[in-house]
C-alpha cells in the first residue's frame, strides 16, 4: 500500500467550517450579503487596522490597490523578484513598469541597503513606490521601509498574503502588526486553499486610510457608488451609478462563512506551525547537506518554511517518488519570459538567483501529524545516506 501524499501545504476544513457554507446555502444571500462585512470586520479587528474590504482573490486586491494608488502607464514601482508573479503584475495591469531589488540573503526579504542606494542615486520622483512582501511568512520592517522612502513621497502596498498574524517589536515596545496599517497605505491577504485562511478563493485589502478604503470599495463593484448621497443625479430607489470603470471583483457569502469560520482558529493554527518550526528545527540541524534552515523567530507567520539544501533537485525528485510534494518558492520573477522581455537577465540579482538553486519548501499546515512530519524527515536522511 502506497504512503499516503504529503502536500507542501493545504487547507484545513472542520465541521464547523462545513456547517458555516451550509447555513448559507440555505440562506437566501450567497453574495452581496451580511456575511462579508462581518467578515472584514472581524479580519480588521484580527490584523488591528481601521477598514478592509474583502475581495475575489489576493490579486485582485493587488490589482485594486494599484488602480487606487494611480498607478499610471510609465510609473515606476519597485518589489522583489522572490514572489508569486501577481505582487509584479498589478503594476503591470495599470501600464507601469516594474524595477526588481536583490533580496537580503539572511531573511529573504527586499534588501533595505540596496533600496536605500537605489533612490538617493536617483532623481526624486522616479519611484512611486513599492510592493515589499512578506516572504514566507516573515514581515518586512516598514517602519525602515518608510523612512527609506518617505522623502521620495512614495506610497507602499504591504504584500502580506503569506503573514497573517506576524508582527516585529521594536525596543520601545512598538508593535507592528502585518495589515495594521502603520507605515504602509494598504496591505493585502490571500486565502487561497494553501494560505492560513482558506476560502477556496479570496482575499483582503487592509487600510487605515478611509479615501482609499472608500475608493476600492466601488472599484471592488464595477466603480459603482455605495453611498447614494454622492452620487450626481437622483431618479429614484433604484437608481445607481458608474462614476468610475472598476471590476467585479466581489467576494461571496459563501466564501466569507468559511473565512469568518477558519478566521475564528486562525490562532490556534499558527501555534500548530510554530510547533511543526521546532519539529523540523530540532531534527534536521545537525544535516551538513542543509545549508540554512530558517530558524525559530518570534512573529514569524510560517506560511513557509524553506531550507536551502544541496542537491536540491535531486531531494525533490526522491520525495517526490515517496509522495512527499515538497515544492520550491519561487523561481525568481525577473527570469521570467515575460519580464525578460523588458531586459531583465541572469546575473542581475545574484543573491535571489543562488537562493533559487538550494531553496525548498518543506510540508507545513495546521492538520499535520507528527508520523507524517517523521516521514519527511525520514526520507531526508536517508536520500543523504545517514
Not at 521594536?170 to 508593535?175: A, L, M, P
Request: hydrophobic content about 35%; glycine content about 6%; charged content about 20%.
Amino acid at each position: 500500500m502506497a504512503n499516503k501524499v504529503i502536500p507542501y501545504g493545504t487547507q484545513d476544513i472542520s465541521q464547523e467550517d462545513i456547517n458555516a457554507v451550509v447555513d448559507v446555502l440555505k440562506s437566501k444571500n450567497l453574495t452581496q450579503g451580511p456575511l462579508i462585512k462581518e467578515f472584514e470586520n472581524k479580519f480588521a479587528a484580527y490584523v488591528n487596522a481601521k477598514y478592509a474590504i474583502a475581495v475575489s482573490s489576493g490579486t485582485a486586491a493587488l490589482h485594486l490597490c494599484a488602480i487606487a494608488l494611480n498607478i499610471k502607464p510609465g510609473d515606476k514601482v519597485i518589489t522583489t523578484p522572490l514572489t508569486f508573479s501577481a505582487s509584479a503584475n498589478c503594476i503591470r495591469y495599470c501600464g507601469g513598469e516594474v524595477h526588481f531589488i536583490d533580496i537580503n540573503s539572511d531573511n529573504f526579504l527586499i534588501d533595505t541597503n540596496k533600496l536605500e542606494r537605489l533612490l538617493e542615486s536617483s532623481p526624486k520622483g522616479t519611484f512611486k513606490g513599492i510592493i515589499p512582501v512578506n516572504f514566507a511568512g516573515r514581515s518586512n520592517n516598514f517602519k525602515e521601509i518608510n523612512r527609506i522612502i518617505k522623502k521620495h513621497n512614495m506610497w507602499i502596498i504591504e504584500d502580506a498574503c503569506h503573514s497573517p498574524g506576524a508582527y516585529i517589536k521594536y525596543n520601545n515596545d512598538e508593535t507592528i502588526f502585518s495589515g495594521d496599517g502603520n507605515y504602509k497605505n494598504l496591505s493585502i491577504f490571500s486565502f487561497h486553499p494553501v494560505k492560513h485562511i482558506a476560502c477556496g478563493e479570496g482575499g483582503m485589502i487592509t487600510t487605515n486610510d478611509k479615501n482609499l478604503y472608500l475608493r476600492i470599495l466601488n472599484l471592488r463593484s464595477h466603480g459603482i457608488q455605495q453611498d447614494k448621497s454622492l452620487n450626481i443625479e437622483n431618479h429614484g430607489p433604484w437608481y445607481y451609478e458608474m462614476q468610475e470603470l472598476g471590476y467585479n471583483y466581489r467576494i461571496t457569502d459563501i466564501q466569507s462563512a468559511l473565512g469568518i469560520s477558519q478566521l475564528s482558529r486562525a490562532k490556534n493554527n499558527l501555534k500548530k506551525r510554530f510547533e511543526i518550526v521546532k519539529f523540523y528545527e530540532d531534527k534536521l540541524s545537525s544535516l551538513t547537506q542543509i545549508k540554512k534552515l530558517p530558524g525559530f523567530i518570534d512573529g514569524h507567520a510560517y506560511h513557509l518554511y524553506v531550507i536551502l539544501v544541496k542537491n536540491r533537485d535531486g531531494l525533490i525528485k526522491y520525495l517526490r517518488e515517496n509522495n512527499v510534494f515538497a515544492q520550491v518558492h519561487y523561481i525568481p520573477v525577473h527570469l521570467m519570459p515575460y519580464y525578460k522581455k523588458f531586459g531583465w537577465k541572469n546575473g542581475d540579482f545574484p543573491i535571489v538567483e543562488d537562493y533559487y538553486n538550494y531553496c525548498l519548501s518543506l510540508p507545513i499546515y495546521p492538520s499535520l501529524e507528527r508520523k507524517d512530519l517523521n516521514r519527511v524527515v525520514d526520507l531526508i536522511y536517508k536520500f543523504y545516506k545517514y
